[in-house]
C-alpha cells in the first residue's frame, strides 16, 4: 500500500504560479511512477504529467507541456508539479497517483492522493 497526500493547491490569479506537492507514504517510493491528474466538476479526470521512477523520463498533456514541470525526490519520497503561466481552464482538483508502470491511463494507477484545489482567476 502506498498513501499519498497532496498540498499547494489555492487561489492564483491568471498568469500566476502554484507548486503542487505530494508525499508518499508505506511501500518504498523509489519503485513507483509517479503522476498528476486533474479532474474538474463534470468532467473526466485528465492526465497531466508522469514521471518514472528515477526521474528521468517525463511525459506531458499537449495542455500543459511548456507551462508545468514535473520533478520527484526519492529521498524526500515526493513529487513535484510547478504549474506556471496558469489560466482560467486550469481550475481544478489535481490528483497525484502511483503505478508501476509508465501509462497515462488513469485505470493504470492503483493508488491516489485525495486531491487539492486548484482555482484561477481571470
Known amino acids: 500500500q502506498v498513501q499519498l497526500v ?3 493547491g489555492g487561489f492564483v490569479q491568471a498568469g500566476g504560479s502554484l507548486r503542487l506537492s505530494c508525499v508518499a507514504s508505506g511501500r518504498t ?3 513507483y511512477v509517479m503522476a498528476w491528474f486533474r479532474q474538474a466538476p463534470g468532467k473526466e479526470r485528465e492526465f497531466i504529467s508522469t514521471i518514472n521512477q ?4 517525463s511525459y ?4 500543459v507541456k511548456g507551462r508545468f514541470t514535473i520533478s ?9 508539479l510547478q504549474m506556471n503561466s496558469l489560466k482560467p481552464e486550469d ?3 489535481y490528483y497525484c497517483a ?3 508502470v509508465v501509462t497515462m491511463r488513469a485505470p493504470g494507477y492503483a493508488y491516489w492522493g485525495q486531491g487539492t484545489q486548484v482555482t484561477v482567476s481571470s
Do not use: L, M, P
Open 60 to 63: 506531458y498533456a499537449d495542455s
Open 98 to 100: 502511483a503505478s508501476q
Open 72 to 80: 520527484r525526490d526519492n529521498a524526500k519520497n515526493t513529487v513535484y
Open 54 to 57: 528515477s526521474g528521468t523520463r
Open 6 to 8: 497532496e498540498s499547494g
Open 29 to 31: 517510493f523509489s519503485y
Open 91 to 93: 481550475t481544478s482538483v
